[in-house]
């Protein structure tokens, strides 16, 4: 049951699911017990970090997804489905506002060392408004 206080923390940051990951898979740091349904949630945020990691180099080494608008049409799709619910998301505004965020643009190849930056940007973007840091992120990588 959650208390009054974690109702009003976004749930990226209350799961210490950086990137709001949904569920499907078992990952190394998941809780035992999820209290979300549809959403992993994570000891820590760098378990959250390493998995939202891990879910990028498969993005990038199977489906060929390295550049922003790639990474971000798989990741947050405009219009999508999960467990039979419908969701809308602002794709295009989430590549705007990652892109600005890295100073890059939405065609550039994301480089090996940007990773933890760019999963700090999602991050915010899906709701953390700076609940993490970047070594969080980092040491998210380095576990993976």
Do not use: C
């Amino acid at each position: 049951m959650l208390t009054k206080n974690q109702i009003n923390v976004p749930l990226n940051v209350r799961y210490n699911n950086p990137l709001n990951i949904r569920t499907g898979n078992d990952w190394d740091g998941e809780r035992e017990r999820d209290i979300e349904k549809g959403y992993e949630e994570f000891l820590t945020p760098e378990f959250g970090f390493r998995a939202a990691y891990k879910l990028l180099m498969t993005y990038k080494h199977k489906y060929s997804a390295y550049t922003l608008e790639t990474i971000l049409n798989r990741w947050a799709p405009a219009n999508g489905e999960h467990n039979g619910q419908t969701y809308v998301n602002h794709t295009q505004s989430y590549i705007n506002y990652v892109g600005q965020r890295l100073g890059i643009t939405s065609s550039d190849p994301i480089p090996d060392h940007l990773y933890p930056e760019l999963m700090l940007a999602m991050a915010d973007f899906e709701g953390a408004k700076g609940a993490f840091n970047l070594n969080q992120a980092r040491e998210g990588v380095a576990l993976a």
